[in-house]
């Protein structure tokens, strides 16, 4: 059965959706996004989202095409138009289309901005057995653009990057950057030695995670230490644990980095026990 999507104000069975050719987000990549988890049919940290929508936004000067409320409601109901109860809602803003190619940036006053959302239903989404066994990751070279925490829709050397993992037979890639990790392909890195919480300070150089900022709170609630600090892949190799988060993986076990074992070689207590109060604690406050 097609999904119900949404397109500039239009909820359309997917087969009918449409963007102009001459939207910047196809021609330059001129666009920002967010992925919203679903559990329980409910949407986890939102409100984290949202605000870090508005952020991204500004920082690329576009105009939001509705309010925050607005944004809610168009959620909700593509949740219960696709009867999603585990799964993901992906937003996407481009600058619009303003007419033929051109480098120059449209008037954000007199150029309306696309607005794009779909839902992917992810059944088993929580239980996630590979959280279980924990994933492999190798190392990249980190050549992206330097305003990383602006969550923008250019993912081309991330897929890149998530590809080069496949063919070397691992799950991920984390990208490595003056010789320490900033991030992995699409999610934020972590080690655990001695019981303590390491991983990168916020700065332009990663994405300000959502997930991220929730599981280093739930951390320090459950009297965990945390090291905002930067690593490198030796340091990872020779850590008690490591793992990543994301709003689509949660709190996601690391049991080998560049083919060496990590810890035990099986996922730790620290990434297992966080995973469980991240889990425990966004169905409490989803809405």
């Not at 010789?179 to 919480?197: D, L, P």
Request: charged share 30%; proline share 4%; glycine share 10%.
């Amino acid at each position: 059965m097609s999904r119900t999507v949404y397109v500039n104000g239009e909820y359309l069975p997917e087969e009918e959706a449409k963007v102009s050719i001459f939207d910047r987000g196809f021609l330059m990549a001129d666009g920002v996004y967010e992925v919203t988890s679903v559990l329980d049919g409910k949407l986890v940290d939102f409100e984290g989202h949202a605000k870090r929508l508005e952020r991204s936004l500004g920082e690329l000067e576009m105009k939001a095409p509705c309010t925050t409320g607005e944004l809610l409601e168009i959620h909700r109901e593509l949740v219960a138009r696709n009867g999603i109860e585990e799964g993901m809602i992906y937003l996407q803003i481009t600058r619009g289309s303003p007419g033929d190619r051109d480098f120059v940036f449209p008037d954000p006053e007199t150029t309306a901005p696309t607005i794009v959302l779909f839902t992917q239903n992810k059944p088993g989404l929580a239980d996630n057995p590979v959280a279980k066994q924990g994933i492999s990751v190798i190392s990249i070279e980190d050549i992206r653009w330097g305003r990383r925490d602006i969550k923008t829709v250019q993912l081309l050397y991330p897929s890149m990057g998530k590809m080069m993992a496949k063919k070397a037979g691992a799950d991920d890639a984390w990208l490595v950057e003056d010789g320490k990790v900033t991030e992995g392909t699409s999610n934020n890195a972590y080690i655990v030695k001695g019981g303590k919480i390491i991983t990168r300070a916020l700065s332009n150089d990663i994405l300000h995670g959502i997930t991220r900022a929730a599981v280093l709170r739930f951390a320090r609630e459950a009297q965990m230490e945390v090291e905002e600090r930067s690593f490198s892949i030796e340091e990872a190799q020779g850590a008690d644990e490591a793992f990543f988060t994301s709003a689509s993986a949660f709190v996601m076990p690391v049991v080998k980095i560049d083919g060496a074992e990590v810890g035990t070689g099986k996922p730790g207590p620290v990434a297992a026990r966080l995973r469980e109060i991240y889990l425990d604690e966004s169905r409490k406050t989803a809405i």
